[in-house]
């Protein structure tokens, strides 16, 4: 099965401090990929240049073989979920959803209302529609989040930090809706320090430490039987339970 999103010798510096050093991956259709690692590693600068919000300086990424370089703005193959919502504060929830799809996609108000509905029903959010952000849990907001970028019908999802700000229950709301997505087959990539909650369902966890890959298999493997010393260092700092 061929890659959907490849990553090659990628380099990434910000000033004369290096963050991705000649870093290569792979993920294939269905794949829900986590990225562990220190803060610093490298990990939610792999995520901004997969969505195009950081320059490539060296190296190359690939979206089912066409390189980042060459495609156009305006590409909707992958959506990205942030730490922070940013979600429009003097818009609805609906409207939130809406207004990209008649901004972006160039949908007509019926198709986008529609389709607004169908994904606030898809995070169980159908009754805030008309709410605004503001009168939200921080837990419904990221969850108005993922539905908006699933309003643009993309092919790939990446979450930075998803949950990073919120406490253990909104957390788990969020987690829930993700794993949701995993179920129906979306191909995910995750930079997440909760490893407790994505061990259930990522298909692989991927290990950064210094902006290079140190270690990169199942759940079981990495959390359980990956002798690498950085990997066992940071596991033990963010105080995860062996099963």
Do not use: W
Request: with cysteine; hydrophobic share 40%; charged share 20%.
């Amino acid at each position: 099965m061929g890659s959907v999103i490849k990553v090659t010798c990628l380099e990434k510096s910000y000033g004369s401090l290096p963050v991705l050093q000649k870093l290569s991956l792979e993920v294939h259709k269905g794949e829900v990929v986590a990225l562990i690692g220190s803060s610093g590693s490298g990990n939610s600068t792999i995520l901004r240049c997969m969505a195009g919000l950081e320059e490539i300086q060296n190296g190359d990424i690939t979206i089912n073989g066409r390189s980042l370089k060459t495609l156009q703005k305006g590409y909707y193959g992958i959506g990205m979920v942030f730490q922070s919502f940013n979600l429009f504060p003097h818009y609805t929830v609906g409207n939130n959803i809406m207004k990209p799809c008649m901004t972006i996609r160039k949908m007509p108000k019926e198709l986008a209302y529609e389709k607004a509905m169908a994904l606030l029903e898809k995070v169980h959010l159908v009754d805030k529609f008309h709410e605004y952000p503001n009168n939200l849990s921080g837990g419904q907001k990221q969850r108005v989040a993922i539905a908006r970028a699933l309003a643009m019908e993309p092919e790939i999802m990446l979450f930075d930090e998803p949950t990073s700000s919120l406490d253990p229950e909104l957390a788990h709301e969020v987690f829930a809706t993700i794993k949701d997505l995993a179920k129906e087959g979306m191909t995910m990539i995750i930079v997440t320090h909760q490893i407790e909650a994505i061990k259930h369902f990522a298909t692989r966890i991927i290990f950064l430490h210094n902006g290079k890959i140190e270690a990169d298999g199942t759940p079981h493997y990495i959390l359980q039987e990956c002798p690498n010393p950085n990997l066992q260092a940071f596991l033990r700092r963010v105080e995860f339970d062996d099963l």
